[in-house]
């Protein structure tokens, strides 16, 4: 399979919003909200949001916020007294999800890797992620696993207050957990 990264652009609003609907959830991503993080994500040097594309084909897309855009997710669960470098110099691992006909071939770590150099080139030190504990194949955990984040914190019923349907519990009001993650920049992936 051959994949392109690139930045997302807002036309891709729509393809990032049907991707996000079909694997995650109805309504998780509205294309306002797609377009919301995109904003979020640009700073002078860079903008931190990436699409894959296999073909003319939206396969997969990240949303990186750099240091100074984000203070929290989409659910409430922090604890940075134990990280390893403070708020102002993290950046955020907003959201990654790949097309489930493609998922384990290595498409999410290209867009990591992307965002890994770019984060460093806006001077952020540390990355925070939260890892959907439910995710198809535990392929969330193994992903951030891989890419060298280490769990810190688990926090039950993390996006309980998003209003969306879950598609991994299913449940009216989400009860799946997140697994607060994170790497420093300069550490081996
Ligand atoms: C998590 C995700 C973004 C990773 O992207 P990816 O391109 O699949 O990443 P990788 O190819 O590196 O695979 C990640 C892991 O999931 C496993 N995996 C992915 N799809 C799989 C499948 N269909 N069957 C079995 N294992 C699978 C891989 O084997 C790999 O684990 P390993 O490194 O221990 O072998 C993607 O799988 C996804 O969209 N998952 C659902 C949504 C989600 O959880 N997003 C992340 C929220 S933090």
């Known amino acids: ?5 690139r930045v997302m652009r807002p036309e891709d609003a729509p ?11 109805q309504d998780y991503y509205p294309e306002p909200l797609v377009r919301a993080y995109l904003k979020r994500s640009r700073t002078p040097e860079a903008t931190l949001s990436y699409v894959a594309e296999e073909g003319d084909t ?13 203070e929290e997710g989409r659910g409430k669960g922090l604890t940075p007294e134990r990280w390893p ?7 955020y691992f907003q959201s990654c999800f790949v097309d489930p ?9 290209l867009l990591a890797e992307r965002a890994f ?6 001077g952020a030190r540390l990355v925070v992620a939260h890892c959907w504990k439910e995710s198809p194949h535990d392929s969330s955990r193994r992903y951030l696993t891989r890419l060298g984040f280490e769990a810190i914190a688990e926090h039950p019923d993390y996006w309980a207050e998003v209003d969306y349907l879950c598609g991994g519990c299913e449940q009216p009001q989400c009860v799946c957990t ?8 300069d550490a081996p992936g």
């Not at 399979?1 to 990264?5: F, G, K």
């Not at 006909?101 to 770590?109: E, H, S």
């Not at 150099?117 to 806006?122: A, G, I, K, M, N």
């Open 1 to 5: 399979m051959s994949v392109t990264i």
């Open 15 to 25: 393809a990032v919003s049907a991707l996000a609907d079909r694997l995650v959830g």
């Open 58 to 70: 939206l396969v997969a897309f990240r949303f990186v916020l750099p240091p100074g855009a984000w």
């Open 85 to 91: 470098a403070p708020l102002e110099d993290a950046g």
């Open 101 to 109: 006909a493609c998922m384990g071939q290595g498409i999410g770590r």
């Open 117 to 122: 150099e770019d984060l460093s080139r806006v």
């Open 178 to 185: 997140a697994i607060e993650m994170v790497r420093l920049l």
